[in-house]
């Protein structure tokens, strides 16, 4: 029944859609990819608004039903509330009959599984695809990680110019892109290049160059490298679009960091919590280690919780994680969930790392409450089902009122958590 309402409604409102692009004379830029696609999303609307009227959506709406939404500023309700969409089919139509206010329409396209994106093609054209990476995610669903660059890969099939995440994407699924495309990247050669990188505190210092064109010579919050692909990308597509280096750099200090992606909060004892617990891959965890890494602090702690959906590659990817985990960088490592403190926590403590394992974020948080000593760095990461790392957040926080700063605070996200975790004070 739900797979039944869900192909009516997004069957009307990609009919609504086409009708729309019919119209109007406007651009489509859609984010594709592994990880880090709602940073890049967001990344690009901010910088592309310095010189156009820019449509997008600050959430993850990211899948079939979602995204029609985007073009027509739409929320999305319950799906079983037929009140509801004959509201916004009817608000819809009248959007149609007027002139379209927007430039550009910036997108995000999920996948769960293969064939995901595929249909997006019913109702979607893209000018401009951005693909942020290929690497494993949903592998409970997808074969292998070949299948989970088929699927991502789709995107350059769906895009009339494409740019893509050298650093992430392995140059044996860069074969397979029919067509010419252009790259950005951070540790690889790519045609949009950020070098230069130095950082100043909670700031980066880089240039950003396209062959021997300076696009950038900029500075923006941030202390990792993935925030800096996401502005790399950014800065790339509006080179593409004509767009000047003033109004590019523009945009790029006012990009800030999203709830859940490597966020820096103020923690007890003077403590800089850098707060990642939106999800959890093994890419994105190696990433967010690899940042704490370079940190220079008295005392370095890292939360790691589950990585969720990884199927039967979970073991060896926790493992994997594990390993990572070093013990010269590392003075506590706590994990959250039955997996990371099964296979994750075993292998680091073969590393020498000391670990404690907990299954839930709040007996986590409470737990490193007593250890956290003056000046601290605390890396706090995990997958969201189950895991919720956030609540650990949220106990370590100076300022209880910062708890609106975390991911997953709304009336629906609580009562889920609270059936999961109990009490959540």
Not at 116 to 133: K, M
Not at 210 to 236: F, N, T, Y
Not at 333 to 346: E, H, P, R
């Amino acid at each position: 029944m739900k797979n039944f309402l869900k192909n009516i409604v997004a069957g009307i409102l990609g009919w609504q859609v086409r009708r729309l692009r019919r119209k109007n004379n406007f651009k489509v830029v859609a984010v594709a990819g592994s990880v880090g696609k709602t940073s890049t999303k967001l990344a690009i609307a901010q910088v592309l608004s310095q010189s156009y009227a820019v449509r997008y959506q600050k959430g993850n709406y990211n899948d079939l039903v979602s995204v029609p939404l985007i073009f027509f500023g739409q929320s999305m309700p319950s799906l079983f509330n037929p009140l509801a969409w004959l509201a916004i089919f009817w608000n819809n139509e009248r959007i149609l009959r007027k002139k379209y206010p927007y430039e550009i329409v910036v997108v995000e396209l999920g996948t769960d599984k293969p064939g995901d994106i595929e249909p997006f093609s019913r109702y979607l054209r893209a000018d401009f695809g951005v693909l942020t990476g290929i690497a494993p995610e949903h592998m409970e669903l997808f074969a292998d990680l070949n299948a989970v660059a088929k699927e991502e890969l789709t995107l350059a099939s769906l895009s009339n110019e494409l740019l893509v995440n050298k650093d992430l994407c392995a140059d044996e699924f860069l074969k397979e892109i029919n067509g010419p495309f252009q790259s950005y990247g951070v540790k690889t050669p790519a045609d949009y290049r950020l070098s230069g990188l130095v950082y100043d505190k909670n700031f980066a210092n880089f240039k950003i160059t396209h062959g021997h064109k300076l696009v950038l010579d900029g500075r923006h919050e941030s202390i990792s490298e993935p925030q800096l692909l996401s502005v790399c990308a950014a800065a790339g597509v509006a080179d593409q679009f004509n767009m000047k280096a003033e109004e590019i750099e523009k945009g790029i200090r006012l990009i800030k960091p999203v709830s859940g992606r490597m966020r820096q909060l103020d923690g007890i004892n003077n403590s800089l919590i850098i707060d990642d617990t939106y999800n959890a891959s093994p890419e994105a965890v190696m990433a967010a280690l690899n940042t704490l890494y370079r940190l220079n602090a008295p005392q370095k702690i890292a939360v790691l919780g589950n990585m969720n959906e990884l199927g039967s590659y979970s073991q060896r990817l926790h493992e994997e994680a594990g390993r990572y985990c070093d013990p010269r960088e590392i003075d506590l490592l706590v994990t959250i969930g039955s997996d990371a403190s099964k296979y994750l926590a075993a292998e680091a403590t073969k590393k020498g790392c000391v670990v404690e394992t907990f299954d839930s974020p709040l007996t986590a948080g409470e737990y490193i409450k007593t250890k956290v000593k003056n000046g601290a760095v605390i890396l706090v990461k995990g997958s969201q089902n189950g895991v919720f790392a956030e609540e650990t957040v949220k106990k370590l926080l100076v300022d209880p009122a910062d708890a609106r700063k975390l991911v997953r605070q709304t009336p629906y996200w609580l009562k889920i958590k609270k059936r999961s975790l109990g009490k959540l004070k």
